[in-house]
């Protein structure tokens, strides 16, 4: 039966990180908490690079819209690696039980390839996948604000996925319980605020080349 991914391929580095921390932890194996912490920043960051850095790489750096991702992407990076300094100390090995758990369901096979990123509900899957489809074939009716409409959608979602379910395998206090809930309001806020702005002024090549990518990332499977 098919399903609705969102995923990206992680570094190679990276991912063979993952992979060992996974199958070390299911022997009762525990890696050193330096190792979950460059884990979780090293995620982070693919999540960024996937939705804003590539982005900006594809609009050559010039335009509204590099300058809106490169100002999220900021916001993004300095917020998360700051937040996971802050609330990812000594890494319990309960903690680090969980945070096995949490990256194993993002390790996702998607057409046989191993990729970072969650299942998505089939009506919002569908979505996308209809909304690409058409901008593929060059129909450009009402395209921008129904690819926004998605994306406000996709925040949501990948807020649960990768925020939420990352800082809850987190055994916190109530001080660092604070900070994640800071944190992922200033994500959220800036998240929504550069979609909505994102494809206003971007020329139909760029608006298809853009989607282009997202359609390597949003996949039935």
Same mark, same amino acid.
């Given at each position: 039966? =098919?399903?609705?991914?969102?995923?990206?391929?992680?570094?190679?580095?990276?991912?063979?990180?993952?992979?060992?921390?996974?199958?070390?932890?299911?022997?009762?194996?525990?890696?050193?908490? =330096?190792?979950?912490?460059?884990?979780?920043?090293?995620?982070? @960051?693919?999540?960024?690079?996937?939705?804003?850095?590539?982005?900006?790489?594809?609009?050559?750096?010039?335009?509204?819209?590099?300058?809106?991702?490169?100002?999220?992407?900021?916001?993004?990076?300095?917020?998360?690696?700051?937040?996971?300094?802050?609330?990812?100390?000594?890494?319990?090995?309960?903690?680090?039980?969980?945070?096995?758990?949490?990256?194993?369901?993002?390790?996702?096979?998607?057409?046989?390839?191993?990729?970072?990123?969650?299942?998505?509900?089939?009506?919002?899957?569908?979505?996308?996948?209809?909304?690409?489809?058409?901008?593929?074939?060059?129909?450009?009716?009402?395209?921008?604000? @129904?690819?926004?409409?998605?994306?406000?959608?996709?925040?949501?979602?990948?807020?649960?996925?990768?925020?939420?379910?990352?800082?809850?395998?987190?055994?916190?206090?109530?001080?660092?319980?604070?900070?994640?809930?800071?944190?992922?309001?200033?994500?959220?806020?800036? =998240?929504? =605020?550069?979609?909505?702005?994102?494809?206003?002024?971007?020329?139909?090549? @760029?608006?298809?080349?853009?989607?282009?990518?997202?359609?390597?990332?949003?996949?039935?499977?």
């Amino acid at each position: 039966m =098919s399903a609705y991914f969102f995923s990206f391929p992680l570094d190679a580095n990276l991912q063979q990180t993952l992979d060992d921390l996974i199958t070390n932890n299911a022997k009762g194996q525990y890696a050193d908490p =330096s190792v979950t912490v460059t884990l979780a920043t090293g995620t982070t @960051d693919g999540v960024i690079k996937a939705l804003a850095l590539d982005v900006i790489d594809i609009l050559k750096r010039n335009g509204e819209g590099a300058g809106i991702l490169g100002m999220l992407a900021s916001l993004m990076k300095s917020t998360m690696h700051t937040l996971i300094m802050q609330i990812m100390g000594k890494v319990s090995n309960s903690e680090q039980d969980k945070l096995a758990g949490y990256l194993g369901r993002r390790r996702v096979s998607v057409n046989g390839v191993t990729r970072f990123g969650f299942g998505m509900p089939d009506a919002i899957g569908a979505r996308f996948e209809g909304v690409l489809a058409r901008i593929a074939a060059g129909d450009m009716a009402n395209s921008r604000e @129904d690819l926004t409409a998605a994306m406000y959608d996709f925040i949501e979602i990948a807020t649960v996925n990768f925020y939420d379910e990352f800082t809850s395998s987190l055994e916190l206090g109530f001080v660092k319980q604070k900070m994640v809930s800071i944190g992922r309001g200033a994500i959220v806020k800036g =998240s929504h =605020s550069a979609v909505g702005k994102l494809f206003v002024g971007m020329s139909d090549d @760029d608006f298809k080349r853009v989607c282009a990518h997202y359609s390597s990332m949003f996949v039935k499977a």
